[in-house]
């Protein structure tokens, strides 16, 4: 069982960063792939970036390539999501994600675990 807690969304001005954490429980975290996922109002979730946990191979959507960096850090259990150049367009609650899976990371169904989102709004 994994529990995931996102935390570092809030208000922000075009061009702007923020950078999201998503923490987790148990000992085994290291053996999960961590996904982050965003829900635009009146849209559905999509993939953002996913982080594998055998040798931390990334995976962006086209959308963010080149402006968010995801990243892990096994020993506080926590991954994080750095977000640079921020558009308007990126305003969504993001959530993370877990899986023990290791194929098909940006599919909302490969995952087990999902957090509760936190809300990031990009202001023009």
């Known amino acids: 069982q994994v529990q995931l807690v996102e935390s570092g969304g809030g208000l922000v001005q075009a061009g702007g960063s923020l950078r999201l954490s998503c923490a987790a429980s148990?000992?085994?975290?290291?053996?999960?792939?961590i996904g982050w996922f965003r829900q635009a109002p009146g849209k559905e979730r999509e993939f953002v970036a996913a982080?594998?946990?055998?040798?931390?191979?990334?995976y962006y959507a086209d959308s963010v390539k080149g402006r968010l960096t995801i990243s892990r850090d096994n020993a506080k259990n926590t991954v994080y999501l750095q977000m640079s150049s921020l558009k308007p367009e990126d305003t969504a609650v993001y959530y993370c994600?877990?899986?023990?899976?290791?194929?098909?990371?940006?599919?909302?169904?490969?995952?087990?675990?999902w957090g509760q989102g936190t809300q990031v709004t990009v202001s023009s």
């Open positions: 148990g000992r085994t975290f290291s053996r999960y792939a």
């Open positions: 982080i594998h946990w055998i040798d931390s191979t990334t």
């Open positions: 994600a877990a899986t023990q899976k290791r194929l098909f990371l940006n599919r909302r169904g490969t995952y087990d675990y």
